[in-house]
């Protein structure tokens, strides 16, 4: 996902993109854990790497991850720029406790090809087979315990935890699946700056280089650390 954005991004700072845990090729947690949990590890992910002062960059489940980082190392996290910021309702955070709960593998593999048919839906210009192929792939990865993140994400509370944060924070709303949630997040910034890319959506990372590089490079105004996650 990240692979041409670290190349970018890397030209003139340190960049990393770690696993969230049980995600990839890491190791999994004994048992789901919560937001705080998942946040916690990827510090421990930065302190093995050596690194003193980071900026964050976050998608999706990611930003969550950021956020809390943020919140758990003040003194370490400098700033964010966060891809999607979802604000649920109540009403939505139930839907889709059910929807992202656990989901069963079909015997005739109908599990996987609805994982590419719902990727797919999300094509726009510019994305390939190919890029559909990974997500869809990495969608299916580990399908025991792919909700584990999801559910972390239900219980948390993006608004108050967004509105809390010191660090300049910027978030990117993209035309994904989280349009219309990450919208609501733009009243919760206290430091920052919200921009809307209604032309943009998943794959931004490949299809948009360069672009959305120089713009999280601009915010962080020539940081010398990003750490994606």
Known sequence: ???????????DRIACAPDTAGYGGSDPPPEPPALEEYAAA?????????????????AHTGSRL??????QRPDQVRGLALLGAAVYTEEER???????GPAPVEADGGHLASKWTGWASWRWPGVSDEMIGRYAADSVRDFERIWWAHR???????????????????????RDDIWEPTLRARRHIKNGRFVELPDWGHWLWEVKTAEIAAMIRGFFDGGNAAAVV
């Open 66 to 71: 950021a956020v809390e980082l943020a919140h």
């Open 42 to 58: 990827l510090g421990d992910a930065l302190d093995a790497l050596g690194f003193g002062e980071v900026d964050l960059i976050g």
């Open 1 to 11: 996902m990240f692979e041409a954005f670290l190349g970018e991004i890397g030209h």
């Open 94 to 100: 139930a839907r889709q406790k059910v929807a992202f």
């Open 152 to 174: 972390a994400v239900f219980e948390h509370d993006m608004a108050a935890r967004l509105a809390a944060l010191d660090q300049p924070v910027l978030v990117l709303c993209a």
